[in-house]
């Protein structure tokens, strides 16, 4: 189990480190209400996104957006309007998106 969540936090590190080099401002990251966690909240050009990072090394079970299932998507819509709700602040627009990593594992066997 701890190996599926190594994968997870470096999907994440890379996600976060891609999109600062595309323009987005990190706000947070795992942000967490009672509803569930977030991933990474970022902002770029007055929108606000909020963002679930899939990594997977295999296609075997489906493409990683595949994972979003209406639960997740339920917890991640709860926890954004937690979120805002906490801040008053205006964002132009507010968007849901999925940042979708495939890689492949690779094991040393030395």
Not at 24 to 50: C, K, M, P, T, V
Not at 87 to 102: L, P
Request: some cysteine; overall charge neutral.
């Amino acid at each position: 189990m701890r190996h599926k969540k190594n994968i997870g936090d470096s999907g994440e590190e890379f996600a976060a480190r891609v999109l600062e080099e595309s323009g987005y401002q990190i706000i947070e990251r795992n942000y967490s209400s009672r509803y569930g966690e977030i991933d990474i909240i970022a902002l770029r050009d007055g929108i606000l996104h909020f963002i679930e990072v899939k990594t997977r090394t295999s296609s075997d079970f489906g493409y990683p957006a595949e994972a979003v299932t209406e639960t997740k998507i339920t917890r991640i819509r709860r926890t954004a309007e937690s979120y805002i709700s906490r801040r008053r602040a205006f964002w132009r627009s507010i968007s849901f998106d999925v940042f979708e990593i495939m890689t492949e594992l690779i094991v040393d066997c030395m």
